[in-house]
Nanobody
């Protein structure tokens, strides 16, 4: 099992920045991909950014060049640096950890979410 705890959400004005943190614990050796997802009211959860164990990153088009995913292996923590925030970035942000065996998702873990609100 893997446990994930997000922090760092809050209220910020448009154009501002926030950094989300995701502290991970448990069977971390099994995790291949860490990611951030978000869910706005009335909308489906969507991918924001992912980082594979080898360091390859992937971003949603809507956040490219504004958001950066990173990790600190010594602290077992993943981060999402969000710059130039827009009102449409308002959502609950979730940390995710996945264990792939080949192409099969053998483990899929989620944090409780942290609210990000961007005012115009």
């Amino acid at each position: 099992q893997v446990q994930l705890v997000e922090s760092g959400g809050g209220l910020v004005q448009a154009g501002g920045s926030l950094r989300l943190s995701c502290a991970a614990s448990g069977r971390l050796f099994s995790i291949n991909v860490m990611g951030w997802y978000r869910q706005a009211p009335g909308k489906q959860r969507e991918l924001v950014a992912t980082m594979r164990s080898g360091g390859r990153t992937n971003y949603a088009d809507s956040v490219k060049d504004r958001f950066t995913i990173s990790r600190d292996n010594a602290k077992n923590t993943a981060y999402l640096q969000m710059n130039s925030l827009k009102p449409e970035d308002t959502a609950v942000y979730f940390c995710n950890a996945r264990n792939f065996i080949g192409t099969v998702v053998a483990g899929d873990y989620w944090g409780q979410g942290t609210q990000v609100t961007v005012s115009s």
